[in-house]
């Protein structure tokens, strides 16, 4: 029951916080996952490379994807790097992915030697514009990087056209959207290799750790040899892999009740001004294709909020108690301009990194009680949204996630 008081100063001004009970905590600490770590632990066996449990994951992994191979890895970054090795790109390649992306793919591809190409995004969804693509293909052009980015997915179908003929390879990002279905496929399964992350925020934790699925033969010898040195140089261990495998017995389940929970988010918010949910097609979920959450996008428009800054309404909404951060900064924002290639402005990139707000999952399992306190925060701050911006030291700190990356 909540309590009837005078809350209507924001709890960032030193009002009470609409949302006093924690969302459902994350990693999830279901009793299934408790016992899958004692059993590996009690085996006495946790200390090996290449245990039961490791084994256990790898064919569970493969299964589920229909991918014929899966190397377990330390982290997802490191996995998007060994996807760049197993296609054996190098000094002298191109790299092609979006100038709005998570900063390990940019960072990955300057790890390998290769000059990253960046191009605009989709101005609706967000999403690599596969239009965009042939424009930047070189005769350099080795890889295109696909990463579905907070529940909307690149046009996999579209960029497979765009490249048709060519020799140039699709690598795809997996990491927001495990076990996600696009175009009939598991997300990671479209490309010539593609990966996952068990980071401890994401949909499939293991506090870190990542994967990475291929069916190319040759692309897993490749990172098979880049990766042993004397052993695994950026494995995952046995008491990781233990934890992983029960949460991918339930993702099915919890993806539809994330994606239920979007659709009723889109529904709330559609009669809210300056906040609306980037949904691409939710009403074309099916069997095969099935997107997942790991952030929900949300295009934020401050002249509906009295001009407040928008990273001053998501440190609002934080002190709330909502889990709502800024999205990411653009690439070509936060890299040297010797560091790549764009082709094109970039404006929508631009746009959307300045704009978006990115709501964290775990929001999402709260159901409609999630909902109402979102609902709540916004209606608090919208009323106190000319105090707020008049209010210049209202972000105090930086916007730091507990987990690093953590948008
Ligand atoms: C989390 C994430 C990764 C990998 O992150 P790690 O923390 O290294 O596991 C890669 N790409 C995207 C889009 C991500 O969100």
Not at 44 to 65: D, T, V
Not at 102 to 109: L, T
Not at 209 to 237: K, M, Q
């Amino acid at each position: 029951m909540k309590a009837v008081v005078c809350d209507t100063l924001p709890a960032i001004l030193g009002g009470p916080a609409v949302r006093g009970a924690e969302f459902p905590s994350w990693p999830p600490q279901e009793p299934e996952i408790v016992a899958a770590l004692e059993d590996c632990f009690r085996s006495g066996q946790w200390g090996r490379y290449h245990g039961k449990c490791s084994e256990r994951l790898i064919a569970a992994l493969s299964q589920f994807h229909a991918a014929a191979h899966v190397v377990l890895t330390c982290s997802g970054t490191m996995a998007g790097e060994l996807a760049l090795r197993g296609l054996n790109i190098g000094p002298g390649d191109e790299v092609i992915l979006a100038a709005y992306d998570f900063k390990a793919n940019i960072q990955n591809v300057l790890a390998v030697g290769a000059t990253p190409v960046l191009i605009d995004v989709d101005p609706v969804t967000g999403q690599l514009d596969v239009n965009q693509v042939p424009a930047a293909i070189t005769e350099r052009t080795r890889a295109v990087i696909a990463s579905h980015l907070h529940g909307n997915c690149v046009d996999l179908a579209g960029l497979r056209n765009s490249l048709d003929g060519s020799r140039v390879a699709i690598i795809e990002d997996a990491c927001q959207l495990p076990g996600a279905m696009i175009g009939g496929l598991r997300a990671g399964m479209t490309g010539d290799v593609g990966y996952l992350s068990f980071g401890g925020s994401k949909l499939l934790s293991a506090g870190r750790g990542g994967a990475v699925l291929t069916n190319r033969e040759d692309v897993v010898t490749r990172i098979r040899r880049h990766s042993f040195r004397g052993n695994d140089a950026f494995p995952l261990s046995e008491l990781q892999a233990a934890v992983v495998l029960p949460q991918l017995q339930t993702l099915d389940l919890l993806r539809q009740q994330r994606q239920q929970a979007v659709a009723d988010l889109c529904e709330a918010l559609s009669t809210v001004a300056g906040l609306r949910v980037v949904c691409q097609q939710p009403e074309a979920t099916s069997g095969s294709h099935s997107p997942d959450f790991y952030k929900v996008a949300l295009e934020y428009d401050a002249s509906a909020f009295a001009g407040l800054s928008r990273d001053a309404f998501a440190a609002a909404m934080q002190a709330e108690g909502i889990p709502l951060f800024p999205a990411f900064p653009g690439l070509h924002q936060t890299h040297a301009r010797r560091r790549f290639r764009a082709t094109g402005l970039l404006s929508h990139a631009t746009r959307i990194a300045a704009g978006w707000l990115v709501l964290h999952h775990p929001f999402l399992l709260a159901g409609a009680e999630g909902i109402g306190d979102l609902l709540r925060a916004v209606a608090k701050i919208q009323a106190s949204a000319d105090e707020l911006r008049q209010q210049p030291g209202l972000i105090t700190s930086e916007f730091v996630s507990p987990w690093e990356g953590g948008a």
